[in-house]
């Protein structure tokens, strides 16, 4: 299983970027997929998660601006990320686990990652 992850890049604070994993090897079904992000000096923190059979979950600091969903088609989990904030920069890597677990928040629960894109969000 490889997962790749795409979209990042410089943005305005207020803006929207979207990032995309791609993933090959296998479907999403019967598992999840995540989006982690990491800023310099600090954990990794949950950013949201989406379940094969439609459940979305996000962190509290993103409720409300960013939307994870996922194109079945092209077995592709994206993240909107809209009204982008300084505090958003950071490197945002997609992960994968089967099966689903209520840990879902808790990095060291998936096994699949992909490679970090860098997100920036200039003041």
């Known amino acids: 299983v490889q997962l790749q992850a795409s979209g990042g890049g410089l943005v305005q604070a207020g803006g929207s970027l979207r990032l995309s994993c791609v993933l090959s090897?296998?479907?999403?079904?019967?598992?999840?997929v995540a989006w982690f992000r990491q800023a310099p000096e600090k954990e990794r923190e949950f950013v949201a998660a989406?379940?094969?059979?439609?459940?979305?979950y996000y962190g509290d600091s993103v409720k409300g601006r960013f939307t994870i969903s996922r194109d079945s088609a092209k077995n592709t989990v994206s993240l909107q990320m809209n009204s982008l904030k300084p505090e958003d920069t950071a490197v945002y890597y997609c992960?994968?686990?089967?099966?689903?677990?209520?840990?879902?928040?808790?990095?060291?629960?998936?096994?699949?990652w992909g490679k970090g894109t860098l997100v920036t969000v200039s003041s």
């Open positions: 992960a994968a686990r089967w099966p689903h677990t209520v840990l879902y928040r808790n990095a060291n629960e998936y096994g699949y």
């Open positions: 090897g296998r479907t999403i079904s019967g598992g999840t």
């Open positions: 989406r379940r094969e059979n439609g459940a979305t």
